[in-house]
């Protein structure tokens, strides 16, 4: 699979930073202050996808899932997103 950011990606991802839902406002305000050291990204590109937060040095991702991800397709798109992440 192709691990390449797109520039649509990443003007995605730049434009979620500015619109952060509730919950991931109140995990940012605990994350932005480099915890044990350790820096955090929010809005993460990483290939065709937007990490709500990750930290490079431990090569950690974080995702906010509300009730949003059990309707429709999202269960599969989300299961799809890990498979690709794991890859």
């Known amino acids: ?3 390449a950011t797109t520039p649509r990606t ?3 991802a730049r ?5 952060l839902s509730l919950p991931e406002t ?3 305000r605990l994350l932005k202050g480099q915890p044990q ?3 955090i990204r929010r809005q993460h590109p990483i290939g065709p996808y937007i990490l709500d937060f ?3 040095s431990a090569k950690l991702g974080i995702e ?3 009730a949003a991800h059990d309707m429709g397709d999202r269960p599969a798109r989300d299961a799809t997103r ?3 992440l794991h890859d």
């Open 82 to 84: 890990e498979t690709w």
């Open 10 to 12: 990443v003007a995605k």
């Open 1 to 3: 699979m192709a691990r």
């Open 37 to 39: 050291g350790i820096k």
């Open 64 to 66: 906010i899932e509300g």
């Open 26 to 28: 109140l995990l940012w």
């Open 15 to 19: 434009a979620l930073r500015q619109n």
């Open 54 to 56: 990750y930290a490079p």
